[in-house]
């Protein structure tokens, strides 16, 4: 391995912009600490030893900036493998600026977004998929994204990924080693033998990429939607499902303290109800947007609600309504609102329809039970995150993807008889796309495009 150090130091705030307790600045590179100590009055930093903290204050000339407290970590043994310096210092946007003013006026300059986990990533410390479940897992706002999130992070993923890499290139370097002879009737490689190992990659990644839709719904949560007629209960269902489950609260920037209230987990499940804002306005617009508005509501959504009023319809009616829905494409749930009023419950009636459940919002029967159903209805229930692996990034699944077809052309080329370099393009273009997944095979617009993502300090 070449290691690719840095010749520059960077730095950058490494903890959210706005007032807290204290905020942190992160410093990397050759530079790090010999900066630090330029503008630190206290121990001299440069003689201490790694993974140490020092308390002193950060002078700029004679003017006292802060008292601080500065975390050396001297190279290898850091985020980067470079050294860094982490200087915590009273959370203030105006302190803040002025020492990494300060570290700018000694040589530093301002990193760019997700440069310090970029470098851990060339310098070595981890591979790629490892780096973007970093990002994952300071985005990770329920426990399941946090537990995919977290198992990525370190090296869970990668290992499936590289024993699938690895099988591959044994089967290349048989092949290769015929071509290597050039005599096109010397076959080392038992053709057979081959055409099942391909079958066999190829039904792991099948696996890997069936895995995508849950992953999807792990880290981005459900999109769901409650349609249905006015008066039905909608408002009165999304408020008490909202209060049962203590909203998770997102830090992220620009998200309204609407949307947060308008996540529910569900055994740490996300599910994200859309447009809710309307939904829940007490004078009823649902109608006055119309039928198209909801229309879009169900194609935005991963999951549909219908919800009605069992004294309203009858199962007749529901046949009807269900039909004038029309979603083929998604799971759709129909609930049956208001059963406290109703004097005889033709349950038998409304089944023979659809799976119908049957609640009273407003008085919180049957809630806990289309819990378990929207559960159901996301992955029949199977929802274990524990030994399996599971693709949560889209980057991924396209090069899992481009894979599996690389392998589909090995498969025709063995059925057709084709000759070795063929056969060997074709693994190749296999190989790279994995390799693609891990780093082991990287293009400067691939990083650019995964590390731009991050945030600023990360
Ligand atoms: P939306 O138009 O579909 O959003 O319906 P709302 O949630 O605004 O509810 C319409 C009316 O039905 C309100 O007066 C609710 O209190 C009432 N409601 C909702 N759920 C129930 C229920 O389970 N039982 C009874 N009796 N009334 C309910
Ligand atoms: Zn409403």
Do not use: W
Request: proline share 2%; with cysteine; aromatic share 6%.
């Amino acid at each position: 391995t070449t290691y690719l150090h840095s010749t520059d130091t960077i730095v950058a705030l490494a903890t959210a912009a706005g007032k807290g307790a204290i905020s942190v600045i992160r410093l990397s590179g050759p530079q790090a600490i010999s900066i630090c100590n330029a503008i630190f009055s206290g121990k001299n930093l440069l003689e201490q030893p790694s993974h140490t903290i020092h308390f002193g204050t950060i002078r700029d000339g004679a003017r006292v900036v802060d008292e601080v407290l500065v975390s050396l970590f001297v190279a290898p043994h850091s985020y980067t493998t470079e050294n860094v310096v982490e200087i915590s210092c009273h959370g203030s946007d105006y302190i803040v600026q002025e020492i990494i003013k300060l570290i700018l006026q000694k040589g530093a300059r301002l990193a760019q977004a997700g440069e310090f986990t970029k470098r851990a990533f060339l310098n070595g410390k981890f591979d790629l998929t490892q780096a973007e479940a970093v990002a994952d897992l300071i985005a990770a706002d329920s426990s399941k994204a946090h537990e995919v999130a977290i198992k990525q992070m370190r090296g869970g993923f990668s290992v499936e990924i590289k024993a699938l890499r690895a099988q591959l290139i044994h089967f290349a370097s048989l092949i290769e080693l015929e071509l290597d002879f050039g005599e096109e009737d010397v076959e080392f490689a038992d053709r057979a033998a081959l055409e099942n190992l391909v079958h066999h990659l190829q039904n792991l990644i099948r696996n890997l990429l069936q895995s995508f839709t849950l992953g999807n719904v792990l880290k981005n949560g459900v999109a769901t939607v409650i349609v249905g007629k006015p008066n039905a209960g909608k408002s009165t269902l999304l408020n008490v499902l909202l209060n049962e489950e203590k909203a998770i609260v997102s830090d992220t920037p620009g998200t309204t303290r609407d949307f947060i209230e308008d996540e529910i987990s569900i055994e740490g499940i996300l599910f994200r109800f859309i447009d809710t804002a309307g939904l829940r306005e007490t004078q009823d617009k649902v109608e006055a947007m119309g039928v198209e508005r909801s229309r879009q509501k169900i194609e935005e959504a991963a999951l549909v609600i219908y919800l009605f009023d069992v004294n309203e319809l009858t199962p007749a009616d529901l046949a009807t309504e269900l039909a004038a829905l029309n979603v083929p494409d998604k799971p759709l749930l129909a609930v049956a609102n208001k059963v406290d009023l109703a004097a005889d419950l033709e349950v038998a009636a409304y089944q023979a329809i659809a799976p119908v459940l049957f609640i009273a919002a407003a008085d919180k029967i049957g809630i806990t039970e289309l819990k378990q159903h929207l559960l159901r209805a996301v992955n029949q229930g199977d929802l274990t995150t524990g030994a399996n692996t599971i693709v949560t990034n889209l980057r991924h699944y396209a090069s899992l993807e481009q894979t599996y077809q690389a392998l589909d052309a090995v498969l025709q080329g063995l059925a057709n008889g084709t000759t070795g370099d063929f056969l060997a393009s074709d693994i190749r273009r296999a190989l790279y796309a994995l390799g693609e997944i891990t780093g082991d095979i990287t293009t400067d617009d691939l990083l650019e495009n995964i590390f731009s993502k991050f945030c600023i300090g990360k």
